[in-house]
């Protein structure tokens, strides 16, 4: 069993899900039916009663079409100088793994940087992803591979891969223990999160 899931995360979880669900203009009701999951645990959900464990989570992603960073994201002003302490930053749990957000969430600059902790036999899955920018990978531990234009890049603590973003590209971390990496995507569109695309961790796939 790994330890991920037990890091703290400092966000309402059940106000962003009500936000989220407002904003949609979906009813309690309609969100239950679509997640398989019912209006009473919904509603303790919202009012901060409960905590939804990773899978609830994962499946009212899918019935509000959103990504799961979306339950945990923050809406603050845009710096151009975004200091984050360690005890601060935000932590998304994902099925096999963990997102870090290091502060793109508050830069005024199209950059976004954050740690993946990812266990094993863990993966972005069978598709390819491509999106806008420039991504920059560097392995903290354990082994990553990944494969970028049909290229594989087998990648252990210490190695760096970068590469323009819009080529096809996947991960897996083909064990035998958990893995880490920094990743930074730059200068990507300016309408978008490239940061969510790498939220979806499935297990290995690759």
Known sequence: ?????????AVD??????????????SMRTLAKNSSLSANALSMIERGLTSPSVSTLTKLAGALEVPITA????EPDRQKVVFRQSVDRVRVPMQHGLWEDLGGDCFSERMEAFIMTLD??????LHAMTHSGSEFVFVLSGQLSY??????YEM???????????LKHRWCNPGP????????????????RPGEYHTAVRDHEI
């Open 177 to 192: 223990g958990a893995a880490t990496a920094l990743i930074s995507i730059a200068t990507f569109d300016e309408d978008e």
């Open 156 to 166: 252990l603590a210490g190695d760096s891969l970068m590469f323009a973003a819009n």
């Open 13 to 26: 979880v059940g106000a962003r899900l009500k936000q989220l669900r407002e904003d949609r203009r979906v």
């Open 120 to 125: 094993k036999e863990s993966s972005s899955g």
């Open 1 to 9: 069993m790994t330890t991920i899931s037990k890091r703290k995360v």
């Open 71 to 74: 339950f945990f994201r923050r």
């Open 147 to 152: 494969e970028v234009d049909g290229q594989q």
